[in-house]
């Protein structure tokens, strides 16, 4: 017959926050890059949608000028963003050198908060810098645009082998006569009409899962 030797209990000690390791702060340079590529990331689907749109719609040709102009325009929007954090964390930062205590929610900046908020009012200040000596590179805007064009047709491309998949299984062997040819405008009209739908809510589920991911979503640092 066995015995089991009942164990004794231990006693465990409160959890004390104090004895956690304190998390590493990424440098100044690792944090402008993030931002940077963050930015650039930004940038790319801005004109991404933008291409697929006239691509959809037929508006004008892809021209590397106007498409290297259109990513110009777009780092515009980013530095004005950039800069607008910036001013807006200069704000928060005056204002929580006033308060005292602990903070109640994320937001609620004290004046224990100060040296983050200086370094993240930093660090928007030198992204915007930065974004706006790469609007003056022909280089860079060239190889911005070309990158977001091929994004652009594969996200062209994935529709409509979606929207076959979906209706045919696979490419549809298709007799061309006087029929086809007549009702072909009407056809490509409601092609683009899906294909539009399906681009813009491919957009929608890329922009949450790419907000979700954002690393410096709520971060002050």
Do not use: C
Not at 33 to 41: D, F, K, N, P
Not at 81 to 105: F, K, P
Not at 183 to 205: G, K, Q, T, W
């Amino acid at each position: 017959m066995a015995f089991w030797r009942k164990r004794p209990k231990r006693r465990f000690r409160a959890f004390d926050r104090s004895e956690l390791p304190e998390a590493p702060q990424p440098s100044f340079d690792d944090m402008l890059a993030e931002g940077l590529m963050v930015a650039e990331a930004a940038a790319r689907m801005s004109l991404r949608n933008r291409f697929v749109m006239h691509a959809l719609r037929g508006e004008e040709p892809y021209e590397p000028e106007r498409a290297s102009a259109a990513a110009r325009e777009a780092l515009y929007e980013l530095v004005q963003e950039a800069e607008e954090v910036a001013e807006r964390t200069a704000d928060e930062r005056e204002a929580a050198a006033r308060r005292e205590g602990r903070s109640s929610h994320e937001h609620d900046y004290r004046r224990a908060d100060g040296p983050n908020l200086r370094r993240r009012e930093k660090v928007y200040a030198a992204i915007s810098t930065e974004l706006w000596k790469r609007r003056s590179d022909p280089q860079y805007l060239a190889a911005l645009a070309e990158r977001a064009r091929e994004e652009a047709w594969e996200e062209v491309a994935g529709a409509i082998d979606a929207r076959l998949a979906r209706e045919w299984g696979e490419w549809p062997q298709i007799e061309v006569d006087e029929t086809y040819e007549a009702e072909r405008e009407v056809r490509v009209h409601d092609l683009l009409a899906d294909l539009d739908r399906d681009v813009r809510a491919a957009e929608d589920e890329r922009a949450r899962r790419a907000e979700a991911a954002d690393p410096f979503r709520g971060y002050v640092g």
